[in-house]
């Protein structure tokens, strides 16, 4: 009671206008010491409190992190528990597997996409084709051939390992040309886009009972597509 008595008849001093100057300013002085005291005072008392809080609480927190949050956070999946961090990583080694699954499902429903039949295609396409290479040495016997003269391939053998090309066949000639006409087929076999190291054969002529002139051959070459 005494000190609101002593500050209400201090705040009437500053207000009276015939209390001094100076007066004034000691009353002033004074009222501010007593506030920073008080503030430091405070501060002091709620230190030590404030710290002991904070302490607790981060114990209190890193103790439920470690031991409570991992015992509730757990996760049971095929028969193991697993943690959040676990479960993580558990969810993307199944990602993984389940696109490597659907992968391996569209090359079973879509083989036009698997790897290996893709491989197997163009090793397909870069083997000789017995069908294609006959017609073609038929056709170019075709272009040679005078008068009554006829080139048959009588067999063609290829080495699909080696793509090495064998072929055996007869000129036949009604006058004694046959070799002539072989010489002709050979430069045209040689010329085509897909032979390579022709083995030119033996020219040879025979003559038979009706009087027709035979030139036999037989020759190899190397099956070359990209040529």
């Known amino acids: 009671m005494s000190n609101t008595n002593t500050q209400t008849e201090a705040e009437d001093a500053l207000l009276d206008p015939s209390v001094p100057n100076n007066v004034r300013a000691g009353s002033a002085r004074s009222d501010t010491v007593v ?3 008080a503030e430091t005072t405070i501060l002091e008392r709620i230190a030590t409190p404030m710290l002991l809080f904070s302490g607790a609480l981060f114990v209190l927190l890193m103790f439920s992190w470690l031991f409570i949050l ?17 479960m993580a990583a558990y969810t993307q080694q199944q990602n993984v597997q389940l696109a490597t699954l ?14 290996t ?37 009588k067999t063609l053998d290829v080495d699909s390992a080696t793509n090495v090309v064998s072929i055996t066949g007869d000129v036949v000639t009604k006058d004694p040309s046959s070799m002539t006409q072989l010489a002709a087929y050979i430069d045209a076999v040689e010329k085509m886009p897909f032979v390579s190291h022709l083995q030119r054969p033996s020219f040879t002529r025979t ?8 030139s036999p051959f037989s020759m190899q070459f190397i099956f070359s597509p990209a040529q």
Do not use: M, W
């Open 35 to 37: 506030c920073d005291v």
């Open 70 to 86: 991992p015992r509730f956070t757990r996760f049971d999946v095929a028969g193991a528990s697993l943690t959040p961090l676990e």
């Open 102 to 115: 659907e992968q391996k499902r569209d090359e079973l429903v879509l083989p036009q996409t698997d790897p």
């Open 117 to 153: 039949y893709t491989a197997l295609k163009s090793e397909k396409n870069q083997l000789p084709d017995p069908l294609l290479i006959r017609t073609a040495l038929i056709n170019a016997a075709g272009t040679v051939v005078t008068g009554d003269a006829t080139i048959a391939i």
């Open 207 to 214: 003559q038979d009972g009706s009087g027709n002139f035979h």
